[in-house]
């Protein structure tokens, strides 16, 4: 099952688990994944399931300060891809097809992928 892992900010370390539904991310209280960073906005970033395609798709809810999906900026539908990072504010969201049994071994798994890129053999 597709999900999302704030891997750092204040909420770091929080998992959710998408399904098929449709989700809110932002600092509202009532958003099903509240982050809370003084630069998300209260409904800051939707993504939803398509289901003729069988993948989860964001949006920009047009939030006051953007959402970066690797590193660039969008404003349209964005297909969600395994690894992609979505930065909002000073917190950064994994997208993930994986299936994790936990938050914890979600972490984990994103930790790990960031270990295997880095350089084995020191730089002089």
Same mark, same amino acid.
């Given at each position: ?39 998300? +906005?209260? /409904? ?5 399931? =398509?289901?003729?395609? #069988? ?6 809810? $047009? ?26 504010? +000073?917190? /950064? ?5 994986? =299936?994790?049994?936990? #938050? ?6 994103? $930790? ?13």
């Amino acid at each position: 099952m597709a999900s999302i892992t704030i891997v750092s900010g204040p909420n770091e370390g929080d998992y959710y688990p998408l399904g098929s539904r449709t989700v809110v991310i932002g600092r509202d209280e009532a958003c099903p994944v509240q982050i809370v960073d003084t630069r998300a +906005s209260r /409904k800051h970033l939707q993504v939803r399931f =398509d289901e003729p395609t #069988k993948q989860h798709i964001a949006l920009d809810m $047009k939030s006051t300060n953007g959402t970066l999906f690797n590193g660039r900026a969008v404003t349209g539908d964005v297909p969600l891809k395994d690894g992609d990072e979505m930065l909002i504010g +000073s917190s /950064k969201l994994v997208y993930s097809t994986a =299936d994790f049994a936990n #938050k914890e071994s979600a972490l984990s798994h994103y $930790k790990q992928r960031g270990e295997r890129g880095r350089n084995t053999i020191e730089q002089r």
